[in-house]
C-alpha cells in the first residue's frame, strides 16, 4: 500500500498523484458482499434511471489535491454515488449538502448531478470511509476496516494541506481514528471524544499540521427531512471549518 508519511514539509501532491490513487481504488474487489451488491444494484437499476449505465464500482473522493478541508461520508449511495460514479452525486443527500458548499463558497454551484455537470470545489475534498455501496447503508466492520487503508492513503497525499476534516455521522467520526494514528503518528485519545453535531477535537498541535475533526450530522434524509440537520446547522458546521482551515 506504499508509504503513509508525508511530511507536512513536503511539496503538496500532484492532481496526478490523486488521480492514480482514484484509479486504484475504483478497481478495488476486496470485499466479495460489497462487490456482488455494487454490481447487482448497477445491473438491476431503479426504475427512473433504467436507461442509464450505473458506476457500479467503488466511488473515489472529489475535489482538489491542496485542499485544507476533507468531508468525510459513510458510504455511497447505491442509486447515488453507484450510479453516477461521482460521491455524493445523484441523490437526495447531495443535494443538501452541494448547497450548503456553494452557501459557504467552497463549490462553484448548488447542484451535483453527474460526473459532467462542470461542478468544481474549492479548498474541500469529499469522501466516503467506505467506497462501496453497502446493503441498507451499512458495511459489517470487516469490510469497514478493509477499506480504511485506502482513507489512509488518500489523507497521506492531501497531509501537506490538509487542515480539518468534517465528519458526517458517527461512522465516519470513528473512522477518523485509525486515520489519526496510521497517517500521522497520533495516538487517539482515551476515551474517545464522542461524535455530536458540532463536537470539535482539536489534537493539541499549535502547527496545525494534523487535522482538527469537527462533526456534523450526516445529510442523510432522515436527518435533513424530519429537521434534525437543518441548511442552517449545515452551514455552521462549514463556516466553522473554513476558519478551522485559515480560509476566513
Ligand atoms: S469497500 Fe473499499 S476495500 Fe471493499 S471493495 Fe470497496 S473499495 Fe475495496
Not at 492532481?15 to 455494487?38: F, G, Y
Not at 480539518?164 to 458517527?170: C, K, R, S, T, Y
Amino acid at each position: 500500500m506504499g508509504p503513509y508519511r508525508r511530511t507536512a514539509a513536503q511539496p503538496a501532491v500532484t492532481a496526478a498523484e490523486l488521480a492514480a490513487l482514484d484509479a486504484q481504488i475504483s478497481a478495488c474487489r476486496a470485499c466479495p458482499r460489497l462487490v456482488a451488491w455494487r454490481e447487482e444494484v448497477a445491473a438491476v437499476k431503479r426504475a427512473a434511471f433504467r436507461d442509464q449505465e450505473y458506476w457500479g464500482r467503488p466511488v473515489p473522493g472529489f475535489g482538489p489535491a491542496d485542499a485544507r478541508i476533507l468531508v468525510l461520508g459513510l458510504a455511497p449511495a447505491a442509486h447515488g454515488g453507484n450510479r453516477t460514479g461521482r460521491i455524493f452525486t445523484g441523490d437526495r443527500s447531495g443535494d443538501v449538502l452541494f448547497a450548503a458548499m456553494h452557501r459557504t463558497g467552497l463549490a462553484n454551484q448548488p447542484t451535483s448531478v453527474s460526473r459532467d455537470d462542470g461542478l468544481t470545489l474549492r479548498h474541500v475534498r469529499i469522501a466516503a470511509a467506505v467506497r462501496c455501496a453497502p446493503p441498507d447503508n451499512k458495511p459489517t466492520p470487516v469490510e469497514r476496516d478493509t477499506c480504511a487503508p485506502w482513507l489512509h492513503r488518500e489523507v497521506t497525499l492531501l497531509r501537506p494541506t490538509l487542515r480539518v476534516v468534517i465528519a458526517l455521522g458517527a461512522f465516519a467520526w470513528s473512522a477518523w481514528w485509525p486515520t489519526l494514528s496510521t497517517v500521522y503518528g497520533v495516538r487517539p485519545p482515551v476515551p474517545r471524544p464522542a461524535f455530536g453535531h458540532g463536537a470539535l477535537f482539536r489534537p493539541g498541535d499549535t502547527a496545525g499540521a494534523v487535522p482538527a475533526l469537527l462533526g456534523s450530522y450526516h445529510v442523510s434524509q432522515q436527518n435533513t427531512f424530519t429537521g434534525r440537520l437543518t441548511p442552517a446547522m449545515l452551514d455552521d458546521v462549514l463556516r466553522q471549518a473554513r476558519e478551522l482551515a485559515g480560509l476566513d
